[in-house]
Antibody, heavy 122, light 113 residues
Framework: EVQLVESGGGLVQPGGSLRLSCAAS????????MTWVRQAPGKGLEWVAN????????YYVDSVKGRFTIFRDNTENSLYLQMNSLRAEDTAVYYC???????????????WGQGTLVTVSS | DIVMTQSPDSLAVSLGERATINCKSS????????????LAWYQQKPGQPPNLLIY???TREFGVPDRFSGSGSGTDFTLTISSLQAEDVAVYYC?????????FGPGTKVDIK
């Protein structure tokens, strides 16, 4: 059974940093593109970033470029999102998701974690 | 970036009746080399993560009831729930994965009338 479990969320002050983790199990993690998607309270879904199987390609939504870094550790079956210079508008539930289809980038998001809440506030 | 719009914002349908949600993309998401529409539909119930219902615009994900169907091509798409059940109360999102960044529609809330 595929499982994605996020952790690392919490309350942080504006300008602060946080690292989110996503522990993956039930599939061969190293063969899939992985994604972070966020959802502000009461709002819709926003794609944040994705990363290739070997970490050699990474893509970000414009609003987080230069502040967030996606990376992965295939030996630990884990995905990460390092978030720096956090702003109030980054407040959201952050979901880790697996792209449907081994080795594929342009695919739907087949499996999602339960999410971890990040609150940026003073 | 491709902008996704959905209509209506919300709808209320009687149990057993049909619910129809529309999604439009600001540019075509049909990839000519494989004739596939890079369009997905997700269902999100309160307090839960999104759940993939439909991909390639019309292919039902494994385990999704056949009352859910997707149609359309190019820039105009539809999600149809043929006979609404109580457990279908949720927000539904379309998403294009044709280009980066992948973008979602704003969502359509479906309730029971």
């Amino acid at each position: 059974e595929v499982q994605l479990v996020e952790s690392g969320g919490g309350l942080v002050q504006p300008g602060g940093s946080l690292r989110l983790s996503c522990a993956a199990s039930g599939f061969t993690f190293s063969t899939y593109w992985m994604t972070w998607v966020r959802q502000a309270p009461g709002k819709g879904l926003e794609w944040v970033a994705n990363i290739k199987q070997d970490g050699s390609e990474k893509y970000y939504v414009d609003s987080v470029k230069g502040r967030f870094t996606i990376f992965r550790d295939n030996t630990e079956n884990s995905l990460y999102l390092q978030m720096n210079s956090l702003r109030a508008e980054d407040t959201a539930v952050y979901y880790c998701a697996r792209i449907r289809g081994e080795g594929e980038r342009y695919r739907a998001l087949e499996y999602w974690g339960q999410g971890t809440l990040v609150t940026v506030s003073s | 970036d491709i902008v996704m719009t959905q209509s209506p914002d919300s709808l209320a349908v009687s149990l057993g009746e049909r619910a129809t949600i529309n999604c439009k993309s600001s540019q075509s998401v049909l990839y000519s080399s494989n004739n596939k529409n890079y369009l997905a539909w997700y269902q999100q119930k309160p307090g839960q993560p999104p759940n993939l219902l439909i991909y390639w615009a019309s292919t039902r994900e494994f385990g999704v009831p056949d009352r859910f169907s997707g149609s359309g091509s190019g820039t105009d798409f539809t999600l149809t729930i043929s006979s609404l059940q109580a457990e279908d109360v949720a927000v539904y999102y379309c998403q294009q994965y044709y280009s980066t960044p992948p973008t979602f529609g704003p969502g359509t809330k479906v309730d029971i009338k």
